[in-house]
């Protein structure tokens, strides 16, 4: 079946060491998306790419970049992360980004930062 | 500043009854308005949407309804089954330059239907 897939389930971390998150997608979509939710908050975006068009969203912290190497593959790279960047990480794909798209999402990544 | 609000954290419903999901949001310039449900472990799966065009959209056993006046909609399943027990998130489309819209996400409503 065509889906998106991230890697790992769970990531822990030391504060301040770099951590990377994988996804991966099957469906051949143009966009991928990272969201970020933190518990009992609605998902955030922090930013998409339109093939390897980068979008960024104007509040995302420096700290947390990205990269899309092919139309499978997109990484959220965490620079130094801190206590407050722990929470699940989803990505998302969609076709384009027109009003009607609609997202499928992987199983998110939780990351945990000790 | 939230702009989509969903304001009931959970709700618990009898099976076989009745539902309702309720969905604020402030920005008159949505257009169109999606509903998914997420179950523990898994992503958001899209559920059903509305063009703000619409006052109702139906798909089986599940509604939703948009009062644009009162920018509010609403997600109605009936009849409930143990297996909607689910969050489930409203989420409206945002036109932000060009052709490109992204998705505002609400909180999520955890749904637990009782056998």
């Known amino acids: 079946d065509a889906m998106v897939i991230q890697n790992p389930r769970y990531q822990v971390t030391q504060f301040g060491k770099p951590v990377t998150l994988s996804c991966s997608q099957t469906l051949n979509h143009n966009v991928m998306y990272w969201y970020q939710q933190k518990s009992s908050q609605a998902p955030k975006l922090l930013f998409h790419?339109?093939?390897?068009?980068?979008?960024n969203e104007a509040d995302t912290p420096d700290n947390f970049q990205s990269r899309r190497p092919n139309t499978s593959f997109c990484f959220l790279d965490i620079r130094s992360p801190g206590l407050g960047d722990a929470a699940m990480y989803l990505c998302?794909?969609?076709?384009?980004?027109?009003?009607?798209?609609?997202?499928?999402f992987g199983s998110g990544t939780q990351l945990s930062v000790l | 500043d939230q702009q989509v609000k969903q304001n009931s954290p959970s709700l618990s419903v009898q099976e076989g009854r009745i539902s309702i999901l309720n969905c604020d949001y402030t920005n008159s310039m949505f257009d169109y308005f999606l509903w998914y449900k997420k179950y523990p472990a898994e992503g958001p799966t899209f559920l059903i949407s509305?063009?703000?065009?619409?006052d109702k959209n139906e798909d089986g056993r599940f509604t939703v309804f948009l009062n644009k006046s009162a920018k509010h909609l609403s997600l109605h399943i009936v009849p409930s089954q143990p297996g909607d027990s689910a969050v489930y998130f409203c989420a409206a489309s945002e036109r932000y330059g060009g052709a490109t819209n992204k998705l505002i996400f609400g909180t999520g409503t955890l749904l637990a239907v009782q056998p």
């Open positions: 998302a794909t969609s076709r384009g980004t027109g009003v009607r798209e609609k997202l499928f």
């Open positions: 790419y339109y093939d390897k068009d980068f979008n």
């Open positions: 509305i063009s703000s065009i619409k």
